[in-house]
């Protein structure tokens, strides 16, 4: 079974400052981790996976996430927020050996200018 | 064009009624996947179909069903609409994840939302 926690469900940031994004997940086998975008009235967009490999991935619209086994965590950052970053953010697992994906609840991220 | 096409995008309906989302695809993908979206809760898979001969329930299948027509259609149903069935209903597609392959991401449609009164 797999199970994914997102802190917040809401964040607000001001236009350039920093976005983190936090997310936990739980999983009986290695994962596979995903951070999807939602902007209003659409459907989800990837913006980064983590599959092997590097565990710094970096993803669209300058987004990264850092997987850190020890700590179950692969939170979402961008250095500096712009009013196009307003949307919900989810951040999902799969299990490796298939492609069920298992969700969080979203946040919704709001820029101030 | 988009590449998941979902219809309708939005429905007003009744309990009781019986109602079909639809879904079609020019991607290619084998997979096809129907979830529901809540506050809060993020999405949660009903059913998935990893091709035309092979669906399967997801965490929450319970009062709904699908039909895989062909390769691009993956139709959900509502037999019998109550209100606890107001979402918005996403549908999704994935190629197959082929040996030694990376994860395949998935590709979701713009969404249904769907209002039960």
């Known amino acids: 079974a797999q199970s994914v926690t997102q802190l917040g469900s809401h964040v607000s940031v001001s236009e350039g400052a920093l976005v983190l994004l936090r997310c936990n997940y739980s999983?009986?086998?290695?994962?596979?981790l995903f951070w999807y975008v939602q902007y209003p009235n659409q459907g989800l967009q990837l913006l980064l996976k983590?599959?092997?490999?590097?565990?710094l991935v970096k993803g669209i619209n300058g987004f990264e996430a850092e997987f850190k086994k020890s700590e179950t965590s692969f939170h979402l950052t961008k250095p500096s927020a712009h009013m196009s970053d307003a949307a919900e953010y989810f951040c999902?697992?799969?299990?490796?050996?298939?492609?069920?994906?298992?969700f969080g609840g979203g946040t919704r991220v709001l820029v101030k200018p | 064009d988009a590449d998941v096409t979902q219809t309708p995008r939005n429905r007003i309906t009744k309990t009781g009624k019986r109602i079909m989302l639809e879904c079609s695809q020019t991607?290619?993908?084998?997979?096809m996947y129907w979830y529901r979206q809540d506050p809060g809760l993020g999405l949660r898979l009903i059913y998935y179909?990893?091709?035309?001969?092979?669906?399967n329930k997801g965490e929450i299948s319970d009062g709904y069903s699908v039909s895989r027509q062909a390769q691009a259609k993956f139709s959900l149903s509502l037999e019998s609409a109550i209100p606890n069935q107001t979402a918005l209903y996403f549908c999704?597609?994935?190629?197959?994840?082929?040996?030694?392959?990376?994860?395949?991401?998935?590709?979701f449609g713009d969404g249904t939302r769907l209002s039960i009164l």
């Open positions: 999704a597609t994935s190629a197959r994840q082929g040996k030694g392959a990376t994860h395949q991401p998935q590709h």
């Open positions: 999983s009986s086998v290695p994962p596979y």
């Open positions: 983590y599959t092997t490999g590097a565990t």
């Open positions: 999902a697992v799969s299990a490796a050996a298939g492609n069920k994906l298992t």
């Open positions: 991607k290619g993908h084998d997979r």
């Open positions: 179909s990893f091709d035309v001969k092979d669906i």
